[in-house]
């Protein structure tokens, strides 16, 4: 596993492969990243991970702050996992030298689900994105379902840029069904409770859609259930159609999207 610090050792070591899996991340690694890893290699002969917290993608500073970093016990996992031939650990200019401004700009009909409750968030990603496409040029970027508005947007504006294809790979969730996530580092025991008896109700919410008559009317009502038993702040809870983010109004090729808060960390989830 070669670790690459800057954009120089970066374009000498990968010029030689034209087949390169890459799998972007903000580190603090688990088993989620590490299944985008081993999707990466089996689809591709080479496999980069980048580790970079892209400080233009928070919409809020203490979010920035809080976001949990540990890049020692990161390149360790990666290292065990045997499966990762490079990792990318770029600076800040590495990737925005250029100080080209974003020009990154979201259609009205994105500005839904986390684009509309985290303003400039998804800009934020977008740009990122297109830079390290642009400088690890890969054959696929391998990303998963769990951010789906991330993933849904990203193919669909890198994918008319540039060559590579965006792989889609299934959310991994821990022993109770909570999706796995680097903000889960910042959950204490009771938060994951919570935040597993959430995703057996949202089971429960999604098997009942298709007995409603009014979805958004039995959407709202549930929206308030959950947030008076758990007392958390929920941003959205809609069923929406899974190729376009349309409002959806059955759950053939529907999922059911939530962004809710557990101790001042936000979560988001989706099936
Ligand atoms: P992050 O480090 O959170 O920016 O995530 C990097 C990549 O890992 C993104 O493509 C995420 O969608 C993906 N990812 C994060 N958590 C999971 C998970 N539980 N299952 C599958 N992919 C995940």
Known sequence: MKILINNLSLFETLRPFNDLGFVPTMGAIHKGHLSLINKSNQLCKKTIVSIFVNPKQFNHKRDLESYPRNIKKD????????????????????????????????HKKDKILC???????FEG??????KLTKIVKPKKIFMGEKDFQQLYLVKKVLERKYKSKVIACKTIRDKNNVALSSRNFLLNKNNLNVAANIYKKLIIIKKNINKKKNILDYLKSQKKELRNNYKIKIDYLELRN?????????????????????????LIDNL
């Open 125 to 130: 990603v977008l740009d990122v994105m297109d």
């Open 242 to 266: 899974e190729n376009n983010l349309k409002i959806s109004s059955k759950k053939k090729n529907s999922r059911l999207f939530i962004a809710y808060y557990l101790n001042n960390v936000r």
């Open 115 to 121: 684009a509309k409750f985290r303003k400039g968030h």
């Open 75 to 106: 390149l360790k996992t990666l290292k065990k996992n045997k499966k990762v031939d490079f990792v990318y650990l770029p600076k800040f200019n590495d990737i925005y030298k250029d100080k080209n401004k974003s020009k990154v700009k979201l």
